[in-house]
């Protein structure tokens, strides 16, 4: 989980750092003078850090969504398997009580076989 948000984090500073270059490159190719070129570049600057912001918020928002997520079924699921373990080992004692039952009884019905004496 924690190598996939560094990937996300990774990406969004890739994406932030390819728009603010192409800005700029697109601003510079263009012919203009250099207090309109200043400008532009400025306001898009603005631009592109007020994107990236929202975009970190955003990421950070449907991450935190995630993991909460991701506790909740968790948690679901460790429920259920204890409801699991739970039957499985009541039922293990019945299969055992049933067992040892049918031991004594085989036990006596041996007894009653020899007359009551050990074999």
Do not use: C
Not at 85 to 101: P, V, Y
Request: aromatic fraction near 6%.
């Amino acid at each position: 989980m924690a190598e996939n948000e560094k990937n996300w984090g990774n990406f969004l500073k890739g994406f932030v750092i390819g728009g603010f270059l192409g800005a700029l490159a697109g601003m510079l190719f263009a012919p203009k003078s250099g207090k309109e070129l200043r400008s532009d570049i400025k306001e898009k600057g603005s631009e592109v850090l007020k994107d990236g912001k929202e975009i970190y918020v955003d990421a950070s928002t449907r991450a935190k969504e995630i993991i909460d997520e991701a506790k909740h079924q968790a948690k679901e699921l460790k429920k259920e398997a204890d409801r699991h373990l739970s039957e499985a080992r009541s039922k293990a004692k019945e299969i055992l009580a049933r067992g040892e039952k049918k031991e004594a009884e085989a036990g006596e019905s041996e007894k009653g076989d020899t007359g009551g004496k050990e074999v």
